[in-house]
């Protein structure tokens, strides 16, 4: 269970800042952390202080466009060169943060929810979908190995799908388990003796998972709100949600 005592903002504040202004949500750590993700431009491990999403529009990836070449350009424009870099079509300022903490591990996620194009796992992909995705920070204030790293990539994998599937957004009747361009950090301090397991079983894995879990569920739950307020005519509002138990 998560202990009761958790003050989420305080905890979410120890982990890293964010600011959100026009096109740009960076979160910024006070020291350099070891992450891994599937970026575009800075894949695999990275020591870095920052993560930085770009805001773009669909008009902005015409064909002829190299969204490599598009998030290199803007993001070293904006002085975010040494972050790792993510990009949505979601607007940014629609964000939702969420803690958790077990045992010594504390955990927090930052996470854009968009489903425009969704699909199951393991069924053929669409040939043209709109523009909609998933792009989340998960990090636990614990040192890990390269193997926790790795199984903590696991888990907040599991936690996007898991959080995706208790949506019960459908597709051809059938309950859609992430995007085509979904893009996961996960990120940790460096530290003498790191913790060598992050799955299921430990601390860590939980407390990174309920954060990435509620997180997700929340943007979910704003995204699906909206779609059905667009078809009533009315305007899906943003929300910045923080939870934990």
């Known amino acids: 269970m998560p202990s009761a005592l958790v003050d989420v903002t305080s905890l979410v504040m120890a982990a890293f800042s964010i600011s959100c202004m026009g096109s740009f949500l960076v979160a910024e750590f006070a020291s350099r952390q070891t992450m891994l993700s599937w970026s575009l431009t800075r894949p695999g491990f990275v020591s870095t202080r920052k993560v930085a ?32 870099q993510l990009m949505t079509s979601r607007a940014v300022r629609k964000h939702h943060l969420a803690a958790a903490s077990f045992g010594e591990a504390n955990a927090s996620c930052l996470a854009t929810v968009g489903l425009g194009n969704a699909g199951r796992v393991g069924e053929s992909p669409a040939a043209s979908m709109p523009a909609g995705t998933i792009n989340l920070l998960a990090h636990v204030d614990r040192p890990l190995t390269t193997a926790a790293l790795i199984e903590a990539m696991s888990i907040a994998t599991e936690a996007r799908t898991a959080a995706i599937i208790d949506l019960d957004w459908r597709l051809d009747g059938r309950p859609v388990t992430g995007t085509g361009t979904d893009c996961i950090v996960v990120a940790a301090p460096d530290g003498e003796k790191p913790e060598q397991f992050a799955g299921l079983h430990t601390d860590i894995g939980a407390a990174i998972g309920r954060a990435v879990y509620d997180a997700v569920r929340q943007g979910g739950e704003v995204w699906v709100a909206e779609q059905a307020g667009s078809e009533s005519g009315m305007e899906g509002e943003a929300l910045l949600a923080v939870s934990a138990d």
């Open 53 to 84: 999403w770009l805001q773009v529009r669909n008009a902005d990836l015409s064909l002829d466009v190299d969204p490599i070449a598009l998030l290199e350009m803007k993001m070293g424009e904006a002085g975010h060169e040494d972050a790792v």
